[in-house]
């Protein structure tokens, strides 16, 4: 695999990861309105070029911490509440520079619980996490 680097709109906020080898696309509500497409990383590979600068918004369960670049409001990446090292956190794949969507796999997860996404993807939309498991998962 190979390092991607990846910034906001602004270049406040930089990080550099392995190249994911899927995204998820979440249609539920903060997701949908900010367009994110998450790779999910341990939070030690997840490189960022200094401290991001970073404002954070918290929804639900405020279980996760939403993190935006506090100079031009892209969503960068989310991490879980009060964790500084944690198995895994999520990173906006829109904002990675030099990937092409052609190699990396796209997962649907209706959190949205409508069935509506924005993107195509060959495999089955995943349930939502408030769906209970059907007899074929």
Known sequence: MSKVN????CGAVRFEVEEPEWVLDCNCSHCRLY???WAYYPQREVRFTGPPDTF???????????????TCGCATHSTQVGTDDAERIAV?????????????RLVQKNNGNDG??????DSPVLPSHDE???ETQ
Do not use: Q
Request: include cysteine.
């Open 35 to 37: 367009g994110g497409l």
């Open 6 to 9: 990846g910034s906001c709109h």
């Open 132 to 134: 209970p498991p059907s």
């Open 56 to 70: 954070i918004y918290m929804w639900g369960d405020r279980e996760l911490e939403f993190h935006h670049c506090r």
């Open 116 to 121: 509506v996404f924005w993107t195509k993807s």
């Open 92 to 104: 906006n794949a829109r904002l990675m520079r030099g990937l092409d969507p052609r190699r990396v």
